[in-house]
């Protein structure tokens, strides 16, 4: 069973090096554990080692983040907006659907939410400001519920991490993340539909049918993108993490050679920006590493399972049980300490319930990402509200039935599998 007097130690450690980044604060909290069992330390420092070096699917991560960043200092973004507003700008709130449709498209080439927030956000959001059509708090709060669904739909990096602890395929997550993705973007478009009604939103000026094509075809370079990546993963031709590699090179050699919009300049300030966002995720990856040692030298997963187990919690209960827990997490860390720390516990409970752990994937990434917006700290929150200068308070008020909205869909995510299962079977996973 495990100690009760060393979980308190690490709860200890954790807080006295609050002052530090979370995976600083577990590589300490770790090393003070093997101290205080009177191991060598050094082994904090071999597992984490070990743990960097034998994954090669964390290769995917940094260039993902690459391939974000080339994307939102060349005009891709610029185009695929441009081909939003042409696609879905002549609806009745053809913005806010701009809003959730561009989205939908980003993420199916850079994997992170707050890259979309930052770069395609900003965008629409000085376009939905710019005549007073709609007030900076609803496009903050729409910006920041759409936002979310850029780490659902493939290519993903917090479906890496979840792949990283659970020991599943990269592929058969992003496969997995397709449809809820979707569900996602639909149900955030008919809450903007059904709000732009009652608050009387003036319908955008339409871009003319005549001059869709030639949108299109300015576009279609970027559009090609998760074709490339996804075709060429389900394909056999690549690995995710091969995509992820083309992914970068594709985002430069378009931006570069067939936009023109990245100078030299530019480019090195984007591997700089990069390079620190790297590193902010691999020392959280290297302190997780060291974390887990330590719960699996405690055993910590079977206690919890045998804890779990003594209340005989049906599938249905667990689910909602972590849901509401991950929800409530949301609100104090951010999503990939979620996903590396607290996810690996329950993993094995899951399995001793029978839940697939493609689907139960799903459903942890799923909410780490509206952590994210959940109110009062969620991290898409400032970021839409340092852009818009909007109150945090207003922003809240207008993301209210966005998040409704998404809690439907969540629920729908959990309890119909087959829903979100349907697209990896089809694609060959036996789960």
Known sequence: MTDPFTVAILLIAFLAFGGLSMGLAMICGSSIYLIMKGFDPSIASETLLQGLFNSYTLLAIPLFILAADIMNIGSLADRLLRFSQAL????????????????????????????????MGKIIINMMTKDGKYTASYAAAITAASATIGPIIPPSIPMVLYALVSDQSVGFLFAAGMAPGLLMGAVLMIMNLVIAHRRGFETDEAIPLREMPGVTFRAIPALLLPVILLGGIYG?????????????????????????????GQFYQTLLASARSTATVGILIAGALTFQYVVTRENVPDSLAAFLGQYELSQVGFLLAINALFLVLGCILESGAILLIIVPIFIPTAQSLGIDLVHFGVICVVNAMLGLITPPYGLLLFIVSSITKAPLGKIIRDLLPFLLALFTALMIITFVPDFVLWLPRLLGYKG
């Open 88 to 119: 879905v700008g002549r609806f009745k709130g053809g913005l806010g659907h701009v809003n959730v449709v561009s989205s939908l498209i980003f993420s199916g080439m850079s994997g992170s939410a707050v890259a979309d927030a930052v770069g």
């Open 236 to 264: 056999g031709v690549m690995t995710p993490t091969e995509a992820a590699a083309v992914a970068a090179f594709y985002a430069l050699s378009i931006s570069v050679i067939f936009y023109r919009s990245v100078s030299a």
